[in-house]
Structures are given as C-alpha cells and as structure tokens.
C-alpha cells in the first residue's frame, strides 16, 4: 500500500517538476518568494505547525529588504530558508 502511495505521488508532482526545470531563473526566484511567504502565512494561521523560515526568525529584519541580523547581512529572496538550523523564534 505504501508504495503504491509513493507512486502515485511520483506521477503527480512528476508534470511539475518538468515544468518548473523549464522557468527562467527570474521566474524561478519570483516562485521561490510566493512559495516561501505561503509558508510564513500558512504557519501564522496555525495551518502548519513546525517551522523554522527566516520570516519567523528573531534575526530576520525586513526593514530595508531581507537582513538576518545574525549574518549581519542583506539576504536575496532566493537565500530565504525553509529550515534554518540557526533559527531562534521571534518573540
């Protein structure tokens, strides 16, 4: 049963993966950046339960575009992580 499970999710990420491989990488950036903020606004609304994003982050300062204060540096969209392992909870 599990593994036909896992096969039929393999068919249906499959025709998205293929597409995706195929964005512009300023389309893939653009994609990055709503799928990252989902995620942010999915876990403020108690959708999700376990995350660990920069938006979440006591060091993540969106002030003047992306800044983890812990790197003491400005951060692409594209750097934003999904799982930080230096990641503290904003208070």
Known sequence: ???QLIS????YYAPITSLIEQLPDRDLESLYAIITNLIYRLHQE???KVQRTCFACKYYDKR?????QLLN????SSDIRLDCPE?????
């Open 1 to 3: 049963m599990g593994k």
């Open 8 to 11: 039929q999710a393999q068919n």
């Open 46 to 48: 108690g959708a999700l």
């Open 64 to 68: 003047e575009g992306h800044f983890c």
């Open 73 to 76: 540096m400005h951060i692409k």
């Open 87 to 91: 990641f503290k909870p904003a208070v």
